[in-house]
């Protein structure tokens, strides 16, 4: 999100550097996220400028929506992650970036919420969220099946294994049909992902003991079936579900609804910074667009 708005301008004339809502952001906001010495160019000033609206359009809304306000020690830690925990490394990131302290301390604050609100999209829930995916992620590799594999022990075999696996038949049933026309592969058991690529959806969703027919991308043609599986069901394992479904699913949720954010949020910019509008590579999601950078 923060690369979204990379631009702004150089000096402001005294008043505020912009207004969100009706709320004043002053220059003095801008210059206290950078060392007292830095000489900001509109690039820099403009990166600023939209990181201070959308922290404080997120940090507002997530209390508003959603009643998510990140303790000091939530930002703390992801601070850490930023900078790391020696203040020797931090010091010198900081300085290799141009940046303050206080500034990383608002990118880790959105940091903190992002993660929560990624979590509060799936809680909340809707036809956007599909936990059944996210539950099929879960089982790749915490779930355990057994599999095996007829292979065709002559070409001739394949129309044989065509027609004996129409509709709904187990794989003894086909094994017991086809006999020696098919040669039993015992894939043996194992989390889904580890299992050959072919089968992996099958090792995941196939139902015990069911026959199906497949073909391997070199054209061979194969029956396999589930003889075990070992899963947990969902309602046991939710909180690991909805884990995964907040990383996999809620990142774009988040996005979505920063964007809107940034779209419907009443916003100026001093005229001697730039102006509040979409620019080449954010479609229509409005940034700080310095007076140079602005196409008319």
């Known amino acids: 999100m923060v690369a979204l708005g990379l631009l702004a301008s150089s000096c402001s004339t005294g008043g505020p550097a912009a207004t969100v809502d009706g709320v004043e952001i002053t220059s003095d906001r801008i210059d206290m996220l950078h060392p007292a010495d830095s ?9 600023t400028l939209f990181l201070i609206i959308l922290h404080h359009l997120v940090t507002r809304e997530a209390e508003a929506q959603f009643d998510l306000v990140p303790s000091e020690a939530e930002i703390e830690a992801a601070l850490a992650v930023r900078l790391g925990d020696d203040e ?3 010091a010198a990131r900081l300085a290799e970036r141009g940046v303050t302290r206080e500034r990383v301390l608002l990118e880790a604050e959105l940091d903190v919420l ?18 059944d995916a996210a539950y099929r992620t879960f089982l790749s590799v915490n779930s355990r099946a057994c599999v095996t ?24 049933a086909v094994q017991e049909q086809l006999g020696d026309l098919v040669e039993p592969v015992d894939l043996g058991c194992d989390i889904p992902a580890q299992l050959p690529g072919p089968v992996q959806p099958l090792a995941l969703d196939g139902e015990v003991g069911r026959a199906y027919l497949s073909t391997f991308s070199d054209g061979t043609v194969y029956v396999a079936a589930v003889t075990s599986r070992d899963a947990p069901p969902l309602e046991t394992v939710i909180d690991e579900v909805k884990g995964i479904a907040s990383d996999s699913q809620g ?43 602005r196409s008319g």
């Open 114 to 131: 992002r993660e929560k609100l990624q979590r509060a999209f799936v809680e909340r829930g809707g036809p956007e969220i599909d936990l």
């Open 149 to 172: 594999m007829l292979a065709p022990a002559s070409e001739q075999a394949i129309a044989d294994m065509e027609r004996a696996t129409t509709g709904t038949i187990t794989l003894q």
């Open 39 to 47: 000489e900001l160019d509109e690039q820099q000033r403009a990166s």
């Open 88 to 90: 020797a490394i931090s």
């Open 251 to 293: 990142s774009d949720l988040f996005d979505e609804w920063a964007f809107d954010l940034l779209r419907t949020a009443e916003v100026a910019v001093d005229e001697d910074l730039g102006v509040w509008e979409p620019r080449d590579g954010t479609g229509d999601v409005p940034t700080v667009v310095p007076n140079g950078d």
